[in-house]
């Protein structure tokens, strides 16, 4: 079936560091998301891309839907303690089921 | 508007029970979608439900089954409980003409 791959799996930064992660995909989407999850909770939405060459920014946050329309990627800028979680990329095409990333684990050293 | 609720919480059952899960979603959404979350798998999707219809579905075994309600409300229910099925099942709802989909807090489920 359709996967993706996201990296890296995991991130080890400084407060204030920037960080980058991607997703890619032998596939064609449609949409690309990006949510965060916090332990124990439910993923919360940052960014949905619609079109390719997209790029998109919520707060320090901007994420970009690829060219090829087979990749995505989210970055954090001047990252805080507060950005630590699980970020999911997540592709959609046409009338499919949502399909998901592996994740990246994102710690913070204060 | 209020985001989309799931109960309960957490539960535990013993192999062999069954378990029903509820989901209410956003006011106006018409699709809910059920995933299962475990660390090994990470999000994998159950099915989805649009105006009382189920419209996609994944690739889990017949345990697994759902309905929605006309006011949008669904259920997912699990029967003859496993070990494995310990998870975090998430349910997401979206609007008309969007994919854009959002997720409640989740169900923890533990199978003792």
């Known amino acids: 079936g359709q996967q993706l791959n996201q990296s890296p799996q995991s991130m080890f930064i400084q407060e204030g560091e920037d960080v980058s992660m991607n997703c890619t995909s032998s596939?064609?989407?449609?949409?690309w998301l990006w949510y965060k999850q916090d332990p124990g909770e439910g993923p919360v939405l940052l960014i949905a891309?619609?079109?390719?060459?997209e790029l998109t920014s919520n707060g320090r946050l901007t994420a970009q839907f690829g060219i090829t329309r087979k990749d995505s990627f989210l970055n954090i800028s001047a990252s805080i303690p507060s950005d630590v979680g699980i970020y999911f990329c997540?592709?959609?095409?046409?009338?499919?089921?949502?399909?998901f990333g592996q994740g990246t684990r994102l710690t913070i050293n204060p | 508007k209020a985001g989309v609720t799931q109960t309960p919480r957490y539960l535990i059952k013993t192999r062999g029970q069954q378990v029903t899960l509820s989901c209410s979603p956003i006011s106006g959404h018409r699709s809910v979608s059920w995933y299962q979350q475990t660390p090994g798998q990470g999000l994998q999707f159950l099915f989805e439900?649009?105006?009382?219809?189920?419209?996609n579905k994944g690739n889990f075994p017949g345990r697994f089954s759902g309905r929605q309600f006309s006011n949008s409300r669904s259920e997912m229910n699990v029967s003859t409980l496993e070990l494995g099925d310990s998870a975090l099942y998430l349910c997401?709802?979206?609007?008309?003409?969007?994919?854009?989909?959002?997720f409640g807090p989740g169900t923890r489920l533990t199978v003792l």
């Open positions: 997540a592709g959609l095409k046409g009338a499919q089921k949502l399909v």
């Open positions: 596939s064609i989407f449609n949409t």
């Open positions: 891309l619609y079109k390719a060459g």
């Open positions: 997401a709802s979206k609007g008309t003409n969007t994919d854009t989909q959002y």
């Open positions: 439900y649009f105006s009382e219809t189920q419209r």
